[in-house]
C-alpha cells in the first residue's frame, strides 16, 4: 500500500493528541535507542575490522523517533520534537556520549528529519519522503560525528565516504523503509484513527476489502 498523499491545506496547529502521541514515540525510541547503545559495541567493532566505517550502518537504529513522528503526527517539528525527547531521555538514562552531546546529535537528527518534510511544504506524505527524512537524518548524524569525535580523520577520504554511505544507507532503509511500513501496520489496527494519516489507510483498506 503506498498511501501516497500530498495535502492542498494542511493543518498546522498543533492537537493535544498531537503532542501526546509524538511525545510517546520519543519515549518508546529512548529506551530503544538506549538498549542499541549498550549492546552495540561488539557488533560495532566487527563491522569496523571488515571494512573501517562499515559501522555506520548501524546508525540507523538511532534514528527512527523523527521521521515516525512526523508521518503520523504531521504537524511542523514533530520529527525534531520526538528526536529530541528521544535524545534526552536517552542522555538522562546514561549512556558513553554525556548529556550535552547526546542532546546536539539529537537536534542534528531531528533536523536533518524534519528537512525532507519541510521542503514539501509540509504536504507530501508518502514512502519516498520517509526515505529523504531517514536519509536526512543520518546525514546530520554523520556530520556531526566528524565535527565531534571523529574531527581528526579527513572526510573526503575512504573512512569518511564509506562511514557516511553506511550511515545513510541505514538511515534510508531503517528510519525510512522500516518506519513508513510500521506507520502502515498500527494505522491499519486503528490505533491511529484520532489523526488523518492513520484514518486515510483505514478507507484504503476498507476500499480493498471492498472490491
Do not use: H
Request: charged share 10%.
Amino acid at each position: 500500500m503506498s498511501a501516497s498523499v500530498i495535502e492542498a491545506k494542511p493543518n498546522m496547529k498543533w492537537r493535544v493528541v498531537d503532542i501526546a502521541v509524538a511525545s510517546v514515540i520519543g519515549v518508546a525510541s529512548a529506551l530503544i535507542y538506549w538498549l542499541v547503545a549498550c549492546f552495540s559495541a561488539a557488533p560495532w567493532g566487527f563491522l569496523e575490522a571488515v571494512v573501517p566505517g562499515l559501522a555506520g550502518v548501524i546508525n540507523g537504529l538511532w534514528l527512527f523517533a523523527g521521521p515516525l513522528a512526523a508521518i503520523i503526527v504531521r504537524k511542523p517539528g514533530a520529527a525534531l520534537y520526538a528526536e529530541i525527547v528521544a535524545g534526552v531521555l536517552e542522555a538522562l538514562m546514561g549512556n558513553m556520549w554525556g548529556g550535552v552531546g547526546t542532546f546536539l546529535i539529537a537536534f542534528a537528527q531531528g533536523l536533518g528529519a524534519e528537512i525532507a518534510f519541510a521542503v514539501f511544504r509540509y504536504r507530501k506524505w508518502n514512502l519516498g519522503t520517509m526515505v529523504l527524512s531517514g536519509a536526512l537524518s543520518a546525514v546530520g548524524c554523520w556530520a556531526y560525528s566528524f565535527l565531534t569525535n571523529l574531527q581528526a580523520i579527513d572526510v573526503g577520504k575512504t573512512y569518511g565516504v564509506v562511514y557516511l554511505l553506511a550511515t545513510v544507507v541505514s538511515g534510508a532503509l531503517i528510519a525510512g523503509v522500516a518506519m513508513w511500513y510500521l506507520y502502515i501496520a498500527i494505522a491499519k489496527t486503528g490505533a491511529l484513527d484520532n489523526f488523518e494519516s492513520g484514518r486515510r489507510i483505514r478507507r484504503a483498506k476498507k476500499a480493498t476489502l471492498a472490491r
